[in-house]
């Protein structure tokens, strides 16, 4: 079945470093893709998406591109503040293949001053 | 209202017990997700319902687990005879049908069994 896999965490960096977390998935048909976002007490929220192959999809400074031949979305930001400390979800939606919303396990972040 | 309501938002039961758990999706939505998230895990999908096709029950993780939903509209989650390891917060979203649009999260209720 469809799945997705993003990198372990926790990981910690320091004010203004690069964030990197890799996503890649397995799907039998053309999924959108997707990353949530769940800050400190508060519920998921939608960070940013693509629906298809080469997308980009941006907010808040995050970037993330949908890589076909990779099966990638990796999430990037290059410059990061302790306000994105939360933990980030990999999603991935196929309704051509009746699959409902599928997360990867979350990589928690955390930025120091 | 606006957005994904949950009730309750927090819950406490005696082991053994049975607790109904409500998500109001948004009007329109479709699609209406039932997730576990377990104190610093991931989520860990429940039941999927997507317009009068046949719920996707493949997360349920125990038959003391159910889910109904009425229409398009209100779903309940039952969890029979709760068991410790049952304590975590529940998570309800919903959305269009079509898989390029975002699912929307509520707050989640917290259930705690002692």
């Known amino acids: 079945g469809d799945s997705v896999t993003q990198m372990e965490g926790p990981v910690t960096l320091s004010e203004e470093a690069f964030l990197t977390i890799n996503c890649t998935y397995t799907?039998?048909?053309?999924?959108?893709l997707f990353w949530y976002v769940q800050y400190p007490g508060e519920g998921l929220q939608l960070l940013l998406k693509?629906?298809?192959?080469?997308d980009k999809g941006s907010n808040k400074g995050f970037e993330a591109t949908y890589r076909k031949e990779t099966t990638s979305f990796h999430l990037e930001k290059g410059s990061v503040q302790v306000s994105d400390s939360a933990v980030y979800f990999c999603a991935l939606s196929d309704r051509a293949g009746n699959t409902p919303l599928v997360f990867g396990k979350g990589t928690r972040l955390s930025v120091i001053a | 209202g606006a957005g994904v309501s949950q009730s309750p938002s927090n819950k406490v039961t005696e082991k053994g017990k049975d607790v109904e758990l409500r998500c109001d999706p948004i009007?329109?939505?479709?699609?209406l997700y039932w997730y576990r998230q377990r104190l610093g895990q991931g989520l860990e999908f429940l039941i999927y319902?997507?317009?009068?096709?046949?719920?996707?029950k493949s997360g349920l993780p125990s038959d003391r687990f159910s889910a109904e939903r009425t229409g398009e509209s209100v779903s309940t989650l039952t969890i029979q005879r709760t068991q410790q390891e049952d304590s975590a917060v529940y998570l309800c979203a919903s959305s269009l049908q079509e898989s390029n649009t975002e699912a929307f999260f509520g707050q989640g209720t917290r259930l705690t069994v002692v």
């Open positions: 319902f997507q317009g009068n096709s046949a719920p996707d």
């Open positions: 799907a039998t048909g053309y999924p959108s």
């Open positions: 009007s329109g939505h479709t699609a």
């Open positions: 693509a629906t298809k192959a080469d």
